[in-house]
């Protein structure tokens, strides 16, 4: 067994760590939160457009069977609209989110004005 000598003797043998230092507070710039407030407003909008858009072109496009097809438009919306919102975040250019949602709904837009 140890004595009591020989574990003081390792207490006091191991070196004392200094205290980490205080992380200094980065504060982030309006306008890169506001870019963020952007791109979760077109995620949730325009992901939502997009796929509001997209089940009542297919729903349109796939007649013959309404029931299948508002099922299948359905589900397709739904996966368009997630793969929207990570995509917009995935993109380093705020216009090119912008774009990438913008266009598809106008064309699916016209596309749904088209059929009727």
């Not at 912008?98 to 709904?105: D, E, K, Y």
Request: charged share 15%; with cysteine.
């Amino acid at each position: 067994m140890n004595s009591t000598t020989q574990i003081d003797a390792l207490v006091h043998s191991e070196k004392v760590r200094p205290k980490p230092a205080k992380k200094k507070k980065v504060d982030t710039p309006v306008s890169y939160r506001l870019i963020v407030l952007y791109r979760f407003a077109l995620a949730l909008l325009g992901g939502y457009l997009l796929a509001a858009l997209s089940a009542l072109t297919i729903a349109k496009v796939f007649i013959a069977n309404p029931v299948n097809a508002a099922m299948s438009a359905t589900l397709i919306a739904f996966c368009l609209n997630c793969a929207a919102f990570i995509w917009v975040f995935m993109v380093q250019k705020t216009l090119k989110a912008t774009l990438g949602i913008a266009v598809p709904c106008i064309a699916l837009y016209a596309l749904l004005k088209f059929l009727g």
